[in-house]
T-cell receptor
Framework: GQSLEQPSEVTAVEGAIVQINCTYQTSGFYGLSWYQQHDGGAPTFLSYNGLDGLEETGRFSSFLSRSDSYGYLLLQELQMKDSASYFC????????????FGSGTQLTVLP | DADVTQTPRNRITKTGKRIMLECSQT?????MYWYRQDPGLGLRLIYY???????NKGEISDGYSVSRQAQAKFSLSLESAIPNQTALYFC????????????FGPGTRLLVL
């Protein structure tokens, strides 16, 4: 099976940088995805790492280290609208036909 | 127009009633999924389908059934609703060319009294 761990809550101020970590245990591994969900809304895809290293998409970056079974989502120049839940998800070789999601990290951005 | 739609958006029902949640998509994706979301528990997979003839149970399929009427339509049924099925339900599709990306519908908020 698969398990993912991420912090339940993170708080930061507008303009700051915040990092949301995700550690995973899987029987095999294809890659790590990140999704954003505003309160009551649909999750939306943010980023994907299939290989080690950093992927950058505007203010958001995601990092993966396969050897450490670890990844993170980095949000820069935080804005109030970034207040949301962030989920990491894995697609692994044991269940390559589906994604397994972490419990989510609630990010609160303060003025 | 939204690519993945769900009806109804909100539903209140009573214990023991049968209800159906519907999902339609215009993305042309073969793979469709039903998840439920409870506070603090993230998204848990109920059922998934790769095509009309390929339906699979997910992590928490007990008490649920599904029907894939066409490539574009995937329905979730609660045969006899119970209060602990109160949750937010999401339908999603997946592009096999980009399997790391799922496209979610707006969700159905279900309350079972």
């Amino acid at each position: 099976g698969q398990s993912l761990e991420q912090p339940s809550e993170v708080t930061a101020v507008e303009g700051a940088i915040v990092q949301i970590n995700c550690t995973y245990q899987t029987s095999g591994f294809y890659g790590l995805s990140w999704y954003q969900q505003h309160d009551g809304g649909a999750p939306t895809f943010l980023s994907y790492n299939g290989l080690d290293g950093l992927e950058e998409t505007g203010r958001f970056s995601s990092f993966l280290s396969r050897s450490d079974s670890y990844g993170y989502l980095l949000l820069q120049e935080l804005q109030m609208k970034d207040s949301a839940s962030y989920f990491c998800a894995v697609r692994d070789m044991g269940s390559a036909r589906q994604l397994t999601f972490g419990s989510g990290t609630q990010l609160t951005v303060l003025p | 127009d939204a690519d993945v739609t769900q009806t109804p958006r909100n539903r209140i029902t009573k214990t023991g009633k049968r209800i159906m949640l519907e999902c339609s998509q215009t993305k042309g994706h073969d793979r469709m999924y039903w998840y439920r979301q409870d506070p603090g528990l993230g998204l848990r997979l109920i059922y998934y389908s790769f095509d009309v003839k390929d339906i699979n149970k997910g992590e928490i399929s007990d008490g649920y059934s599904v029907s894939r009427q066409a490539q574009a339509k995937f329905s979730l049924s609660l045969e006899s609703a119970i209060p602990n099925q109160t949750a937010l339900y999401f339908c999603a599709t997946l592009d096999t060319k980009r399997p790391e990306t799922q496209y979610f519908g707006p969700g159905t908020r279900l309350l079972v009294l």
